[in-house]
Antibody, heavy 120, light 108 residues
């Protein structure tokens, strides 16, 4: 079935780095824009970045621009989020999601998320 | 503005109709999508476009839009509809995405 599974979360110190992965299955990954969204404990959803299906265009929120890098490997059906210069306020559940084809910002498939904790 | 504004909390009596709203300048140019999130779970996609429901979403959920306001309506709310609801859309530039702050729905 159509599925997204995130991995790579964990505990990291401020200033550290972490790389998240999102494995896609059940659909033609290379046809879809993909996005990363996070949710801090007890807070709402925050969009971080999306990458076009080819990977040629990537957009970031102001909060992560310059610190986070999104990439994808269409052959392996993987989406990545490289997080550098991590701050305590980056502590959150990180979700990857698929943008429904032809529909702006309509995220139809979500993973279960992976928890990232930034703490000394 | 690149913000979407939602009421923090709304309540509805069991079986009654409730409307959850989302306001923002970007909604004049882009449709909102809506998501339901229950505690400890990932969000679930419930409405997109003019008024479209993904497969598996009950038809008591509907969407509408007017000017800078998008609405999610639940007609005949059920106990299982108690959840947080988020709207989102592209921002005014069209290059980024913005989420509303979320509305907690209580079914009484």
């Amino acid at each position: 079935q159509v599925q997204l599974v995130e991995s790579g979360g964990g505990l990291v110190k401020p200033g550290g780095s972490l790389r998240l992965s999102c494995a896609a299955s059940g659909f033609t990954f290379s046809d879809y824009y993909m996005t990363w969204i996070r949710q801090a404990p007890g807070k709402g959803l925050e969009w971080l970045s999306y990458i076009t299906n080819s990977g040629n265009n990537i957009y970031y929120s102001d909060s992560v621009q310059g610190r986070f890098t999104v990439s994808r490997d269409n052959a392996k059906k993987l989406l990545f989020l490289q997080m550098d210069s991590l701050r305590p306020e980056d502590t959150a559940i990180y979700y990857c999601s698929r943008e429904r084809g032809g529909e702006f910002a309509a995220f139809d498939i979500w993973g279960r998320g992976t928890m990232v904790t930034v703490s000394p | 503005s690149s913000e979407l504004t939602q009421d923090p909390a709304v309540s509805v009596a069991l079986g009654q109709t409730v409307r959850i709203t989302c306001q923002g300048d970007s909604l004049r140019n882009y449709y909102a999508s809506w998501y339901q999130q229950k505690p400890g779970q990932a969000p679930v996609f419930v409405i997109y476009g003019k008024n479209n429901r993904p497969s598996g979403i009950p038809d008591r959920f509907s969407g509408s839009s007017s000017g800078n306001t998008a609405s999610l309506t639940i007609t005949g709310a059920q106990a299982e509809d108690e959840a947080d609801y988020y709207c989102n859309s592209r921002d005014s530039s069209g290059l980024r995405v913005v989420f509303g702050g979320g509305t907690h729905l209580t079914v009484l």
